[in-house]
C-alpha cells in the first residue's frame, strides 16, 4: 500500500513529496508491531486513512497529520517529536486528534464528551482536525465487521449523529454519502437492499429527465450559450429519512446544469422557466446574495413531467466548489494564518459560546450537537443580509445574531411584511424587521426559554446580570 500512497503524491511539490515519503517511514517506525483486531499490521489504518485523503489531492500538512495522527496516542512518541521532526502544525492537528488519558475519567459519556470538545476547540483553529477525523472514521466504517455486533450499531448511531453532519459542515460529500450508506447498513440492514434498490430504479428516472431537459433546451441554444446536465442523490439513510416524511422520490435529487458564467446562468435560469412551469416560492439565489461557500448557484423547482425537480444553475467554479467542498478551499500553499480564518469562518462561534455557556462537558456536549449540527436556514435582514441560524430558530436568536445591542430593545417585529411575536420560530429565507424601542429596555428572563442559540442565550445572561 505505501506504493500506492507514492504513486498518488506525485501532485505534491518536490519538498512535499520527501516530507510525505519520511512521514510514511517514521509512521512505519512508530507503529512496527501493532495489529489491529482483525489481524492486520496497524499501520494499514493510517496508511488507508492517508489514501482516502490523497484522492481528495489533500494539501501536504494533512497528509502527513494523518499519517501520524495515532502515533502520540498509541505509540511511545510524543507531540514533541512530531514538531520536531515536522512542525507546529502537524503537532496541533496530531494533539487535536489524540484522546485524553482514559485512566484521567471514570465515566465513558464524560471521558467521550471530552474528547469531542478537544477536538471542535482544536478544529476552531485549524478545520484539518475534523477533515482528518471522519476520514479516520470512514476507514472504521469500512472494516467495522470486524467489531462485535453489540458495538456496531452504537458505533454506527455516533457516525450519523456527529460525523455525517461534521461532513456536511464542510461539504465534505464524497465521505458524508459513503458514511451515511454505511451507517444505514448497520443501523437498518433489512431495509439496506430495498432502498439501495428503490435509488437505482430511480437513477432510470433522473436520467430519462435529464435527456429530456437536454432536448428541450436545445431550442433556445444559441452558438455562445454552453452548458452541461447532471445529477446527485441523497445518500441511502438522508433519502429513507425523507421518505418516511414525504412519499415523493423527486424531494432526494437535484439536477445540476453547469455553464460558463453568472450572466449565462440567469439566461439559462430564463430558459427553464420557459420550458417547465416554476414551483412558487421555491427560487433562491446565492450567487448574488453569498450565503455559502460551497453553495453558489440559482435554485429552482420546476414541474418536469408530473416530477417537481430541484434544480441548481452553477457556473464551473460553482460546480467546483460544490463538488470540492473544503478541498475547494484549501491549499498547500495558503498561509497558516488563512487556514485559522477559514476555520474560524466554517466553525463560526457556536463552539466558543458554549465553552462560555457551561463548563460541563456532557452539557456542552448535548448544546453543540443540537446547534452545530442542525439544518442551516438562512434568514435575511430587510437590506437582504443573510443571517445563518440553526433550523428551530427564533426571531429572538435572529435579534442577537444581527446585533446584540439593539436586540434587548426589540419590543416585536416584522415577519415577511406582517408583524408577529419576537418569540416566533423563523424559516428558511424569510425576511425579519426588528421593531426598536431605544429608549427602553425589553429584555426579560423569559427570553431565554426561546432563544435556541448559544449566542442569544450568553448574551441574555451578560444582560440581564447587568441589570
Given at each position: 500500500m505505501k506504493e500506492q500512497l507514492i504513486h498518488k503524491a506525485t501532485y505534491l511539490t518536490q519538498n512535499e513529496f520527501e516530507q510525505f515519503q519520511f512521514a510514511i517511514l517514521f509512521a512505519e517506525q512508530a507503529h512496527e508491531g501493532q495489529f489491529r483486531?482483525?489481524?492486520?499490521?496497524?499501520?494499514?489504518?493510517?496508511?488507508?486513512?492517508?489514501?482516502?485523503?490523497?484522492?481528495?489531492?489533500?494539501?501536504?500538512?494533512?497528509?502527513?497529520?494523518?499519517?501520524?495522527?495515532?502515533?502520540?496516542?498509541?505509540?511511545?512518541?510524543?507531540?514533541?517529536?512530531?514538531?520536531?521532526?515536522?512542525?507546529?502544525?502537524?503537532?496541533?492537528?496530531?494533539?487535536?486528534?489524540?484522546?485524553?488519558?482514559?485512566?484521567?475519567v471514570q465515566n465513558k459519556e464524560e471521558y467521550e464528551a471530552i474528547n469531542f470538545k478537544k477536538l471542535l476547540?482544536?478544529?476552531?483553529?485549524?478545520?484539518?482536525?475534523?477533515?482528518?477525523?471522519?476520514?479516520?472514521?470512514?476507514?472504521?466504517?469500512?472494516?467495522?465487521?470486524?467489531?462485535?455486533?453489540?458495538?456496531?450499531?452504537?458505533y454506527a448511531n455516533e457516525t450519523l449523529k456527529i460525523f455525517a453532519p461534521l461532513c456536511h459542515k464542510l461539504h465534505f460529500k464524497t465521505i458524508q454519502y459513503e458514511l451515511e450508506d454505511l451507517a444505514f447498513f448497520y443501523l437498518h440492514n433489512q431495509k439496506y437492499e430495498g432502498m439501495k434498490q428503490l435509488l437505482q430504479n430511480y437513477n432510470q428516472i433522473l436520467h430519462h429527465l435529464i435527456d429530456t431537459i437536454s432536448r428541450d433546451m436545445q431550442s433556445f441554444q444559441d452558438e455562445v450559450l454552453t452548458w452541461h446536465l447532471d445529477y446527485e442523490i441523497s445518500p441511502i439513510n438522508t433519502a429513507y429519512s425523507h421518505l418516511q416524511v414525504i412519499q415523493d422520490v423527486t424531494m432526494i435529487s437535484k439536477i445540476h446544469i453547469t455553464t460558463s458564467s453568472i450572466l449565462d446562468c440567469y439566461k439559462i435560469l430564463g430558459m427553464v422557466h420557459q420550458l417547465y412551469e416554476p414551483i412558487p416560492h421555491q427560487f433562491e439565489d446565492t450567487i448574488a446574495i453569498n450565503s455559502n461557500?460551497?453553495?453558489?448557484?440559482?435554485?429552482?423547482?420546476?414541474?418536469?413531467?408530473?416530477?417537481?425537480?430541484?434544480?441548481?444553475?452553477?457556473?464551473?467554479?460553482?460546480?467546483?466548489?460544490?463538488?470540492?467542498?473544503?478541498?475547494?478551499?484549501?491549499?498547500?500553499?495558503?498561509?497558516?494564518?488563512?487556514?485559522?480564518?477559514?476555520?474560524?469562518?466554517?466553525?463560526?462561534?457556536?463552539?466558543?459560546?458554549?465553552?462560555?455557556?457551561?463548563?460541563?462537558?456532557?452539557?456542552?456536549?448535548?448544546?453543540?450537537?443540537?446547534?452545530?449540527?442542525?439544518?442551516?436556514?438562512?434568514?435575511?435582514?430587510?437590506?437582504?443580509?443573510?443571517?445563518?441560524?440553526?433550523?428551530?430558530?427564533?426571531?429572538?436568536?435572529?435579534?442577537?445574531?444581527?446585533?446584540?445591542?439593539?436586540?434587548?430593545?426589540?419590543?416585536?417585529?416584522?415577519?415577511?411584511?406582517?408583524?408577529?411575536?419576537?418569540?416566533?420560530?423563523?424559516?428558511?429565507?424569510?425576511?425579519?424587521?426588528?421593531?426598536?424601542?431605544?429608549?427602553?429596555?425589553?429584555?426579560?428572563?423569559?427570553?431565554?426559554?426561546?432563544?435556541?442559540?448559544?449566542?442569544?442565550?450568553?448574551?441574555?445572561?451578560?444582560?440581564?446580570?447587568?441589570?
Open positions: 483486531i482483525s489481524g492486520e499490521p496497524y499501520i494499514l489504518h493510517p496508511f488507508a486513512v492517508t489514501d482516502i485523503l490523497l484522492d481528495c489531492e489533500a494539501d501536504c500538512v494533512t497528509l502527513i497529520a494523518a499519517l501520524l495522527h495515532d502515533v502520540v496516542e498509541d505509540t511511545n512518541y510524543r507531540l514533541e517529536d512530531i514538531q520536531k521532526h515536522f512542525g507546529k502544525e502537524v503537532s496541533y492537528i496530531v494533539d487535536g486528534l489524540t484522546k485524553v488519558d482514559k485512566k484521567s476547540v482544536a478544529a476552531q483553529k485549524d478545520i484539518r482536525v475534523i477533515i482528518i477525523k471522519v476520514t479516520d472514521r470512514l476507514h472504521n466504517m469500512r472494516t467495522l465487521q470486524v467489531k462485535n455486533k453489540h458495538k456496531q450499531v452504537p461557500l460551497f453553495d453558489k448557484c440559482l435554485k429552482t423547482k420546476v414541474k418536469i413531467e408530473n416530477h417537481e425537480m430541484a434544480i441548481c444553475i452553477q457556473t464551473e467554479d460553482g460546480k467546483r466548489r460544490h463538488d470540492g467542498g473544503i478541498f475547494s478551499l484549501l491549499s498547500s500553499d495558503m498561509p497558516h494564518s488563512e487556514v485559522q480564518q477559514l476555520s474560524a469562518q466554517l466553525m463560526d462561534d457556536t463552539i466558543m459560546n458554549n465553552i462560555e455557556l457551561t463548563k460541563d462537558t456532557l452539557t456542552f456536549y448535548d448544546l453543540v450537537s443540537y446547534e452545530l449540527f442542525q439544518d442551516t436556514i438562512v434568514v435575511f435582514t430587510p437590506q437582504l443580509q443573510p443571517i445563518h441560524l440553526p433550523e428551530g430558530a427564533t426571531i429572538i436568536d435572529f435579534a442577537f445574531a444581527v446585533n446584540a445591542e439593539l436586540a434587548i430593545h426589540m419590543s416585536s417585529a416584522k415577519r415577511n411584511g406582517d408583524k408577529t411575536s419576537i418569540m416566533t420560530t423563523l424559516s428558511h429565507l424569510d425576511i425579519v424587521e426588528m421593531i426598536i424601542d431605544s429608549h427602553t429596555i425589553q429584555l426579560e428572563t423569559k427570553w431565554l426559554n426561546f432563544a435556541n442559540t448559544s449566542k442569544a442565550q450568553l448574551a441574555i445572561h451578560k444582560a440581564l446580570h447587568k441589570e
